[in-house]
Nanobody, 121 residues
């Protein structure tokens, strides 16, 4: 079984910073792309940032210049450094990853359980 476990969410004042982490564990053969998504109350889940296995990154326009996605392949972990946080960044943040497990050896997209980020004014 493969699991993604997020950590690092919490309450922060506007203009502050948070760093989210998401660690993959289990019978992992290879991890392809990893990413962060978020869902605010009453809204659809939206992409925040993605990073490929070759560390090519992609960001939503709303977070460009403020958020940075990175990964540590040795730790099977993806990070999201969030700076200059705004109230509109308040949401549940989910990580995902396309993972090839030891069996069956086919790619599958896994999701974490989500971590709450709340930005106060």
């Amino acid at each position: 079984q493969v699991q993604l476990v997020e950590s690092g969410g919490g309450l922060v004042q506007g203009g502050g910073s948070l760093r989210l982490s998401c660690a993959a564990s289990g019978s992992i053969l290879k991890i392809n792309a990893m990413g962060w998504y978020r869902q605010a109350p009453g809204k659809q889940r939206e992409l925040v940032a993605t990073i490929t296995s070759g560390e090519i990154t992609n960001y939503a326009d709303s977070v460009k210049g403020r958020f940075t996605i990175s990964r540590d392949n040795a730790k099977n972990t993806v990070y999201l450094q969030m700076n200059s946080l705004k109230r509109e960044d308040t949401a549940v943040y989910y990580c995902n990853a396309e993972i090839i497990s030891l069996w069956p050896r086919v790619p599958y997209v896994y999701w974490g359980q989500g971590t709450q980020v709340t930005v106060s004014s």
